[in-house]
């Protein structure tokens, strides 16, 4: 669930009741996490630097081939260490928790990322579209750390969005 205010997402929540993990946020307020009972703490991407590194992560692999858009993702899996495949938000949950370093889906619509942009800002990392805009409106996405974000724009920005095809 998001809260979008004056165009911009202020407000975020991943709840995963079947693994009992939550992330909220609010825009300067942080980005928290909880695990089932425990506390909550702070959530903090991973500080992993290279893409070579890290795991990639994306929703569903047959829908790049669907919008042809099949050799960006064999380029982001190429680039990465690990990939795998964490439907709806959990692979951003992922990401704003420190254990995995990107999570890109080829076609997202506003209500599927209104929540996403707070929750990663807020635990330090970046969510923008395929060409590096900071939107929830670009009907896809780039989730990652920071630190791998040019990695994965380089990639994806040789790819314009064809949500026609």
Known sequence: ??????????????????????????VGSGAWYQFGT???????????????QGLFCTSDTNSYKRIGRQSAFERLQAA???TRTWGDCYGYLLVATGRAEAMVDPQMNVWDCAALAPILEE???????????????GQEAVATNGRVESQILAITRNFPAQHDA
């Open 123 to 137: 635990a330090g990392g970046t969510f923008t579209d395929w060409q590096g805009i900071r939107t929830i409106h």
């Open 1 to 26: 669930m998001g809260v979008e205010h004056e165009q911009t997402c202020s407000i975020g929540v991943i709840h995963v009741p079947a693994l009992d993990e939550i992330i909220w946020a609010a």
């Open 38 to 52: 425990g506390a909550p703490r702070r959530a903090r991407v991973s500080s992993k630097g290279s893409l070579a």
């Open 80 to 82: 990465s260490w690990l």
